[in-house]
């Protein structure tokens, strides 16, 4: 990945965590990512065990995870706070950050 104006925030050993966290959350979390080289943004996918690392995680610009209840949304904040990634919360997905913009400051879980 050569894009100068993005830096990297996450490592190979994060986004595993988070795959194995939550292929094993009790209910069905629906993802989506966004690609740092072609911009294209995945359709929403629950399958976390395979489909979430077919490509690896060298292009992911960001990791969306749709939240539908405000408990669903604290448990997976929990999660991913342990884990300490990169991101943001919105009223019903959390945002992972894989690379920020260079000199832009992001807000750990």
């Known amino acids: 990945m050569q894009n100068k104006d993005y830096q990297c925030v996450m490592n190979n050993t994060k986004w595993h965590e988070i795959?194995?966290?939550?292929?094993?959350?009790p209910t069905s979390l629906?993802?989506?990512?966004?690609?740092?080289?072609?911009?294209?943004?995945s359709t929403w996918d629950s399958e976390w065990f395979y489909h979430?690392?077919?490509?690896?995680?060298?292009?992911?610009?960001?990791?969306?995870?749709?939240?539908?209840?405000?408990?669903?949304?604290?448990?997976?904040?929990?999660?991913?706070?342990?884990?300490?990634?990169?991101g943001k919360?919105?009223?019903?997905?959390?945002r992972v950050y894989g690379y920020v913009e260079v000199c832009t400051s992001v807000d750990y879980l």
């Open 30 to 41: 629906q993802w989506r990512t966004k690609d740092i080289e072609t911009a294209y943004i």
């Open 52 to 86: 979430f690392m077919i490509e690896g995680y060298k292009c992911i610009e960001w990791l969306e995870i749709k939240t539908e209840t405000e408990i669903i949304k604290n448990e997976v904040l929990e999660i991913l706070k342990s884990i300490h990634v990169p």
């Open 89 to 94: 919360i919105f009223e019903d997905k959390i």
């Open 19 to 25: 795959r194995l966290a939550m292929s094993s959350f």
